[in-house]
C-alpha cells in the first residue's frame, strides 16, 4: 500500500507552503494516472458518439463506453449488463427509482422506511415521495453509538412498506450496515429495498446478488473515477415494468407522431448523449481497484481509522461520532474539538496543507440528532499513510493551542 500514492500526481503538491496531507477522500477521491491517461487517450484518439455511427472511432468508442458497462457489472456481481443503467451518479440513481419505480408502486398510506443518517440524495427523494403520494415516511431509529439493530429494523418495517432505503455506510459516522439483513427483513414484508453504495463501492466488495438488493446506486468519483458518472443497479424485472423518466435520443426504438417506444435495457433509460468519457474513465477506476484488491483496502482504512482514533483521544476535547469500533466503520472519522466551530479548524489544518471536510455534509436531520450545527471529517483512502494521521494530529495539537490562546 506504501507505493500507491505514486500513482496520483495531485497528492506530489504543496498547500500553503506544506506537502498536501488530502483526507478528504469521502467527498471526491483523487484519480491515479491509469484512469487520467484513459480519459487522455479517449479524447485524443476515439473521440466520437457511441452507439450511433458505423465509423472507426464511433465503433472504437462503443466498444469502450460498453466495455466499461461490463467491468460494473463485474465489479458488484450482478447478473446482466442489462441491469447496470450509466447515471450521472447517485443522486441521479436514487431520484430515477424514485420517480419512476416510487410513483408507480406507492400509494395513499403506504410505508417508506429511511434512516436519519442518511446523506440528503437518499433522504430528499423519498421525502418527497411520500409527500406526493400521501404516504408514510418512517425511520429506522439509531442506536447511541449511530448503528441499527436488526431488532429495531423488524419492529419499523411492517406489511405496509413498499421501499425501504438505507446507506451501505454512513458518509458522517462511518457506520457499516446490515444491508444483507435489511433487505432480508423488508422482502418478508413484500418490500423492495434501495442501496445508497456511494461510501461502499469505493472501499469494500459489493455483490448485490448475496445482498439479493432491488436496487442499488454509486458515482464514480468517489471511487477513482471521473466526475459526473454514477451507476443504477436494478434487478431485470423491476427495470423492464418502469418507464423512463426522461426521453429524447438513444433511449427510444420508434417514433410515430403520437406515440413512441423504447430500447430495450439498459440504454431505455439512458436519454441523450451520455458521459462517455466518464463510463471509459470509470471502467479504467475499476480496473484499478480491482489490481489493489477491495479487501486491501478496507484493511488499509481500518488500521488507519483505529490509529486515528487512538492518536485523537490523546489529544483530549475531541467528540468522535459513530462506531469506536473500526471494524464497524469505513475509512472516515466526524468529529468536533471542543470550543472550534468546525470551519475554523479546518481552515487552520488548511493552512498548514491538511484538507479535511467542515459542515452538515448533506446530512442535516443527522445533524439534528447529533445535536450538532455541523461537524469536521477527515476521511481516508488506499493513498493515505499512519504519516497522513500524524500530520493530521499534530494540526489538531496545533489548532487546539491556538484558540486556547485566543479565546
Known amino acids: 500500500?506504501?507505493?500507491?500514492?505514486?500513482?496520483?500526481?495531485?497528492?506530489?503538491?504543496?498547500?500553503?507552503?506544506?506537502?498536501?496531507?488530502?483526507?478528504?477522500?469521502?467527498?471526491?477521491?483523487?484519480?491515479?494516472?491509469?484512469?487520467?491517461?484513459?480519459?487522455?487517450?479517449?479524447?485524443?484518439?476515439?473521440?466520437?458518439?457511441?452507439?450511433?455511427?458505423?465509423?472507426?472511432?464511433?465503433?472504437?468508442?462503443?466498444?469502450?463506453?460498453?466495455?466499461?458497462?461490463?467491468?460494473i457489472r463485474k465489479f458488484i456481481n450482478a447478473n446482466s449488463t442489462e441491469e447496470i443503467i450509466y447515471t450521472r451518479g447517485t443522486t441521479t440513481s436514487i431520484n430515477t427509482v424514485a420517480a419512476a419505480y416510487g410513483r408507480a408502486n406507492v400509494n395513499e398510506g403506504d410505508e417508506i422506511v429511511i434512516t436519519k443518517m442518511e446523506h440528503h440524495s437518499n433522504f430528499i427523494p423519498w421525502q418527497q415521495l411520500a409527500k406526493q403520494q400521501k404516504a408514510v415516511l418512517k425511520f429506522i431509529e439509531l442506536e447511541e453509538d449511530g448503528t441499527?439493530?436488526?431488532?429495531?429494523?423488524?419492529?419499523?418495517?411492517?406489511?405496509?412498506?413498499?421501499?425501504?432505503?438505507?446507506?451501505?455506510?454512513?458518509?458522517?459516522?462511518?457506520?457499516?450496515?446490515?444491508?444483507?439483513?435489511?433487505?432480508?427483513?423488508?422482502?418478508?414484508?413484500?418490500?423492495?429495498?434501495?442501496?445508497?453504495?456511494?461510501?461502499?463501492?469505493?472501499?469494500?466488495?459489493?455483490?448485490?446478488?448475496?445482498?439479493?438488493?432491488?436496487?442499488?446506486?454509486?458515482?464514480?468519483?468517489?471511487?477513482?473515477?471521473?466526475?459526473?458518472?454514477g451507476v443504477l443497479y436494478g434487478k431485470k424485472a423491476h427495470l423492464e415494468n418502469m418507464e423512463p423518466i426522461e426521453f429524447g435520443g438513444e433511449m427510444i426504438d420508434f417514433v410515430d407522431l403520437y406515440d413512441s417506444t423504447w430500447k430495450e435495457l439498459p440504454w431505455k433509460f439512458e436519454g441523450g448523449t451520455p458521459n462517455i468519457a466518464g463510463a471509459i474513465g470509470l471502467g479504467a477506476a475499476i480496473d484499478f481497484l480491482n489490481e489493489i484488491g477491495l479487501e486491501n483496502i478496507a484493511k488499509h482504512e481500518h488500521e488507519l481509522v483505529e490509529y486515528a482514533i487512538a492518536e485523537m483521544e490523546k489529544v483530549g476535547g475531541i467528540s468522535i461520532y459513530g462506531?469506536?469500533?473500526?471494524?464497524?466503520?469505513?475509512?472516515?472519522?466526524?468529529?468536533?474539538?471542543?470550543?472550534?466551530?468546525?470551519?475554523?479548524?479546518?481552515?487552520?489544518?488548511?493552512?498548514?496543507?491538511?484538507?479535511?471536510?467542515?459542515?452538515?455534509?448533506?446530512?442535516?436531520?443527522?445533524?439534528?440528532?447529533?445535536?450538532?450545527?455541523?461537524?469536521?471529517?477527515?476521511?481516508?483512502?488506499?493513498?493515505?499513510?499512519?504519516?497522513?494521521?500524524?500530520?493530521?494530529?499534530?494540526?489538531?495539537?496545533?489548532?487546539?493551542?491556538?484558540?486556547?490562546?485566543?479565546?
Open 148 to 229: 441499527i439493530s436488526l431488532e429495531t429494523v423488524r419492529q419499523t418495517i411492517t406489511p405496509k412498506t413498499k421501499i425501504v432505503a438505507v446507506t451501505m455506510a454512513s458518509n458522517v459516522l462511518g457506520t457499516i450496515n446490515p444491508v444483507k439483513e435489511i433487505t432480508e427483513i423488508a422482502h418478508e414484508n413484500g418490500a423492495i429495498t434501495v442501496i445508497d453504495a456511494a461510501q461502499g463501492a469505493p472501499h469494500m466488495p459489493i455483490d448485490v446478488q448475496d445482498i439479493d438488493c432491488d436496487f442499488l446506486a454509486f458515482s464514480g468519483h468517489k471511487m477513482c473515477g471521473p466526475t459526473g458518472i
Open 1 to 71: 500500500m506504501n507505493d500507491i500514492r505514486k500513482y496520483f500526481p495531485v497528492l506530489n503538491q504543496e498547500v500553503n507552503g506544506h506537502p498536501l496531507v488530502y483526507l478528504d477522500s469521502a467527498a471526491t477521491s483523487q484519480k491515479p494516472t491509469q484512469v487520467l491517461e484513459v480519459l487522455k487517450k479517449y479524447y485524443e484518439f476515439d473521440n466520437s458518439n457511441v452507439h450511433r455511427g458505423v465509423h472507426t472511432l464511433g465503433n472504437r468508442a462503443t466498444d469502450s463506453y460498453e466495455g466499461a458497462r461490463e467491468k
Open 323 to 407: 462506531p469506536l469500533d473500526p471494524s464497524k466503520r469505513c475509512g472516515l472519522i466526524t468529529f468536533n474539538l471542543d470550543g472550534v466551530h468546525p470551519h475554523d479548524l479546518a481552515t487552520v489544518l488548511d493552512m498548514n496543507g491538511i484538507a479535511i471536510r467542515a459542515g452538515h455534509h448533506c446530512a442535516q436531520p443527522l445533524m439534528k440528532w447529533l445535536q450538532c450545527t455541523a461537524t469536521a471529517r477527515a476521511s481516508f483512502y488506499m493513498y493515505n499513510s499512519k504519516e497522513d494521521v500524524d500530520a493530521f494530529v499534530a494540526g489538531l495539537r496545533m489548532a487546539k493551542e491556538y484558540f486556547n490562546d485566543v479565546f
